[in-house]
């Protein structure tokens, strides 16, 4: 991934042979590990924002204020939906994005520093003349702790052109921080079972969804069932709390310009307990204490 060793020990889902010792000394915990942690509770806030497309400066304003809010309620990790920075299925990202790390994460980095916080949010990368989905999980140092691609960009459905290069399941990944072993999966990898599986496989105390979860005005509020019934699915298969956080606005850009983005962020325990859901079609920093580190059955 290009990350620095500093950036914490990477572990490859799957991974079941012993993994070798990290440049920086450390060393990864192959996948599986049966050794579970004792439970503990974190403060997670689910950061529901409005998210414009194209809209950088505004974007990146309205990221500042949720962490303002959560690090006012002592939240540990904020968590924020898929591609707010620049907008999901933006064409103009393929001109806007930035590499990771790079400009954009180095801007999230210092609101992280400035507030103590992990951060895990969407936004798109560009690397090697292709643009991905990706998102990231910063450390309260401001590094980049771990970077993931989104693997099913739903290219059938011809959202974009050019579309979002997909992401590999080679590449999936947990990485454990100071406040746990953490994973990240974005929205339609969310509902792949053979994906999540893998990150389960990997032990993840916490996985952290990026969703930017959408539909037509008439199908909201019903909509927010089918994302509540994904992340509870998902907290089943990875046998650990899920937190799914959503956005609030429109798609802007191509077929499906229009739908709206409906709120509903969701969390659900390890057993696939609905823990909270958000508001409906409204901005929302909902803090909530979450327990780690009890594997679900």
């Not at 140092?141 to 992401?167: C, E, F, T, W």
């Not at 990485?175 to 389960?200: M, S, W």
């Amino acid at each position: 991934m290009g990350l620095p060793a500093s950036c914490g020990r990477l572990i490859v889902a799957g991974l079941l042979a012993t993994a070798p010792v990290s440049a920086g000394g450390e060393r990864s915990t192959p996948a599986g590990d049966p050794q579970d942690p004792e439970p503990r509770e974190l403060r997670i806030a689910v950061c529901q924002i409005l998210c414009v497309d194209g809209d950088l400066q505004g974007n990146l304003q309205r990221i500042e204020a949720a962490l303002e809010e959560a690090a006012a309620r002592q939240a540990q990790i904020a968590c924020f939906p898929e591609s707010a920075i620049l907008g999901w299925v933006n064409p103009d990202a393929h001109a806007l994005a930035d590499s990771i790390p790079g400009p954009t994460t180095d801007r999230l980095g210092a609101m992280a520093r400035r507030h103590g916080m992990m951060i895990c949010i969407g936004l798109d990368e560009k690397s090697g003349g292709h643009l991905y989905d990706a998102a990231v999980l910063i450390g309260a140092d401001g590094a980049v702790l771990l970077k993931q691609r989104k693997i099913d960009n739903l290219a059938h459905l011809k959202l974009m052109d050019p579309p979002y290069a997909d992401g590999r399941p080679a590449d999936l990944r947990v990485v454990d921080t100071p406040l746990g072993r953490i994973g990240i999966a974005i929205c339609a990898d969310a509902y792949d079972e053979a994906i999540v599986r893998r990150i389960g496989a990997a032990a993840p105390d916490l996985l952290l969804a990026t969703f930017a979860w959408a539909a037509e005005a008439d199908r909201w509020p019903r909509h927010g069932e089918v994302l509540a019934r994904i992340v509870a699915r998902a907290a089943q298969q990875a046998r650990c709390p899920v937190i799914g956080t959503n956005r609030v606005g429109r798609i802007a850009h191509g077929p499906w310009a229009g739908r709206i983005y409906g709120g509903q962020s969701v969390a659900a325990d390890a057993r696939g307990n609905i823990l909270v859901t958000l508001r409906d079609r409204d901005d929302e920093v909902r803090v909530l204490q979450v327990t780690i580190g009890s594997r679900g059955g």
